[in-house]
Every structure is written in structure tokens, then in C-alpha cells.
């Protein structure tokens, strides 16, 4: 894939996340602050793979716009092995699939003197898919749904793993750099477990920002772009954890 073709993927998903945040701004709804429907992990109907990165976010906001109930998602072709049909005039979700190319040569082949021989590189394809709620003819199976104590449990455990120091305590949540630990609200203080968690997994996300992990730059003041940049890394990041976790971020 041509460079121009990469970055015309990265405008398209950048574009419908601005779409989507200034649709939702009036009300502080995001297509990832779900209301805990099968839409907070989107999955392959063929595979029952998950789906990862920019593509939860693509997919979680093509079904936000057109009221999908449903998570499940497959190409036509795959759709068709299932048994099922895509109705006629239905409007396909374009999503990406990354590859790495061990031989530093695209899926063509033909860009390798300018990229250079012999280099690792990764070049993105455009996939059509469709909805469940797209097609007729299919019966979706049985999904076994966890407890909400079941849930809670998975979301402390992962937390505890991640060896983050913290503390709780007063009416406010917050990453302290300098000391390298989140101090959150007691749990009693939120009005559901989501709320604690989502609140939790976005002051953690803050924390990934640390030199000895993911070493960002942290320094940004409100209103800034840095600021805003670092924002959006804590929302996003923590609302995919919290959809891994199968817990609503409203």
C-alpha cells in the first residue's frame, strides 16, 4: 500500500472520530461510552475473533450512527458461508487489516527501491463489512454472559497486575507523575461499578504516560493540544480495556 493510501486511512478514522465526538458533544456521549449492549466488543461473526485498534473504534461508531444493536460483524463473502444475506442497497463499514512484511516489500512489490530492500514494514488493506443487523437468514449463537461480580473481579484483578500504586480517598481523581500513583474517590462514592472503573482505567492510562513506561510527555496544561492529546489517549485507551472487561462505560 502506497504511503498516500496509508494516510488516506488514518484521515478517514481520524475524521469519523471527529465526527463522531462533535456529534456527541451536546450530550458527552461517545460511540465508546456505550450502554453496555453487544456493541461494546465488536467481533468477527465468521471468526468470532475480536476486533482490535482502530477498527473497534471505526465499527463502534458505524453502529452507533445506525442505531446496530448488534456487534457482530463479516464480509459479504463470510456472511454468505454462515448462510446469511446481505439485504440489497445495504451500506457496507470499511475497516483496515495491518500486515507486516518480514521482506520489506508491499503486497505489490513494486515500491521496494523506494523503500528500501530487505526492510520490515507494515502496509494496511481496505475490507468491506457488513452488520448482523444487515442481513437475513442468520441465527446468531449462544453467548455464556459473565456475572457482574464476575466482571468486577476480572476488572480488579487486571488492575492489580498492572502495579500501579493507589490510593483512596477525598472527592477527586487524578495521575500524580511526580509520585507515580492515581488517587481515586472511594467505590461508595460512584453511582455504579462502571463508573469507578472507567474513571480508574482513565487515570491509569495517564500512568502508562510514565518515563519508565511509555515515556510521553505529560507536561501539557489544560486547554493545550498536548493536553488534548493526552485526554483522548486516557478515554479511548480505557474504554477498550473496559470493553475487553465487558463492563458498560456510559
Known sequence: MRNTERTDIYTRVTNEIVAAIEAGAGSWTMPWHHDGSATSRPVNAGTGKAYRGSNILSLWIAAQAAGYASGRWA???QWQALGAQVRKGEQSTTIVFWKINQRGEDADG???AEEGRGRTRMFARGYSVFNEAQVD???APMIDLLSDDARVHNADAFWCNLGIETRHGGNEAYYVPSEDRVQM?????????AGYYGTLYHEGLHATGASHRCDRDLSGRFGSDRYAAEEAIADLGAALIMADL?????
Open 246 to 250: 465487558r463492563i458498560s462505560v456510559q
Open 110 to 112: 513494486d515500491d521496494e
Open 137 to 139: 437468514g442468520y441465527v
Open 185 to 193: 474517590p472511594e467505590f461508595a462514592h460512584f453511582k455504579d461499578p
Open 75 to 77: 464480509s459479504y463473502r
